[in-house]
C-alpha cells in the first residue's frame, strides 16, 4: 500500500473516529446527564449547575484552551493528529447542538442509552488510539503530568474520571449517578478491548513434513514471511519443521485451508495476538 494511501486510511479512521464520539456524546450521554469523566463529563456537571452554560459550548471552550495550553509545553512536538482531532471533536458537538437541539433522551430506557453513550465513544477512543491521536481535552493534561512528574498517568486519570462521574450524585441525583459510575466501569474495560479486537491477528506454529510449499504460500501467494527451525517428533523420532508466521484474520482462513491440503498430517498451533512490532505490523517507537 502507498503512502498516499496509507495516510488517506488513517485520516479517513480519525474522522469515523470523532465522528462516533460525537455522536455518543451529544445523543446519548448529555440528554441523560451521564458523567463518564473526562471534558464531556466535566460540561455535564456545569451544565447542571449553571442551566444558561450548553455542555457542548463548554466542550469547545475547554478543548481549544487545552490545545493551547498543549503546544505551549509541547511545542511542535504536540501532535498533529490530536490537535486535529480535538478541533473536529468540539466542532462537531457544537454542530450538532445547533442542527439537533437534545431538550430530552430519545427514550425512556435510561440503560439502553447508557450503552450507546459508553460504546460509541469507546470504539470512536479506540480507532483515534490505534492511530495514535486522541480528542484531546484531559488527555493533554495526562500528557503534561508523564513529563514533568512520576505520577502513575493511568491511575490519575482514572481517579479524575471517578471524582467527576461520583460528583453527578450530588448535582443530578442517586439514579443518575449510578449510571454514570457503571458507565465509567464499563468504558474502563471497553477501549482495551476494542483496541485489541482491531489489531487481531492469528500466530501460527505450524509442525509439518512439507515446509517448502508452505512456506512458498506464505511468502508469494499471502505476502508474509516466516521463521522455520529444524525439529523432531519425540515419539517417533523423525525428522519435522515447525514453521512460525503471523497473519491477519482472512489470510489464516486461507493458510490454514492450504496447509490441510498440502499436508493433512500437519500440527498447527493457531493464538491471538494483538502486539506485533516489526516489518509488515507495527513499528518500533523510539
Known amino acids: ?4 494511501l496509507v495516510k488517506m486510511k488513517e485520516f479517513l479512521l480519525i474522522n469515523l473516529g470523532v465522528l462516533l464520539m460525537a455522536l455518543g456524546i451529544y445523543f446519548f450521554k448529555f440528554p ?17 449547575i449553571f442551566p444558561d452554560l450548553k455542555p457542548g459550548q463548554f466542550v469547545l471552550i475547554a478543548n481549544m484552551l487545552l490545545l ?9 512536538k504536540f501532535g498533529i493528529k490530536t490537535t486535529y482531532a480535538s478541533i473536529a471533536f468540539s466542532a462537531e458537538i457544537w454542530l450538532l447542538e445547533v442542527l439537533f437541539p437534545m431538550d430530552a433522551p430519545f427514550t425512556r430506557q ?18 483515534l488510539f490505534n492511530n495514535e491521536a486522541s480528542s ?3 488527555d493533554v493534561i495526562a500528557m503534561i503530568l508523564k513529563k514533568y512528574t512520576s505520577l502513575d498517568i493511568g491511575k490519575a486519570l ?8 461520583v460528583s453527578s450524585i450530588f448535582v ?13 466501569l464499563a468504558k474502563a474495560f471497553l477501549v482495551d478491548s476494542v483496541i485489541e479486537s482491531i489489531n487481531i491477528n492469528k500466530f501460527f506454529t505450524i ?6 510449499e508452505i512456506c512458498e504460500f506464505i511468502n508469494k501467494d499471502l505476502k508474509r514471511g516466516a521463521t522455520i527451525h529444524d525439529a523432531m517428533g519425540a515419539f517417533t523420532h523423525l525428522p519435522k519443521t515447525v514453521i512460525i508466521t503471523v497473519v491477519n484474520r482472512p489470510q489464516a482462513v486461507r493458510l490454514q485451508r492450504f496447509i490441510r491440503s498440502v499436508d493433512p498430517d500437519a500440527f498447527i498451533l493457531i493464538t491471538n495476538t494483538s502486539e506485533i512490532i516489526g516489518k509488515g505490523f507495527r513499528g518500533v517507537s523510539l
Open 32 to 48: 441523560n446527564k451521564f458523567t463518564t469523566g473526562g471534558v464531556s463529563g466535566i460540561s455535564v456537571l456545569l451544565g447542571g
Open 158 to 165: 482514572l481517579l479524575s474520571d471517578s471524582i467527576i462521574t
Open 1 to 4: 500500500m502507498s503512502v498516499k
Open 207 to 212: 509442525i509439518t513434513t512439507r515446509p517448502d
Open 110 to 127: 435510561p440503560l439502553l442509552e447508557l450503552a450507546f453513550a459508553v460504546l460509541l465513544p469507546a470504539v470512536g477512543s479506540a480507532i
Open 172 to 184: 443530578f441525583g442517586m439514579e443518575v449517578g449510578l449510571f454514570s459510575i457503571a458507565g465509567l
Open 136 to 138: 484531546g481535552g484531559t
Open 68 to 76: 493551547v495550553v498543549g503546544f505551549l509545553f509541547f511545542g511542535r
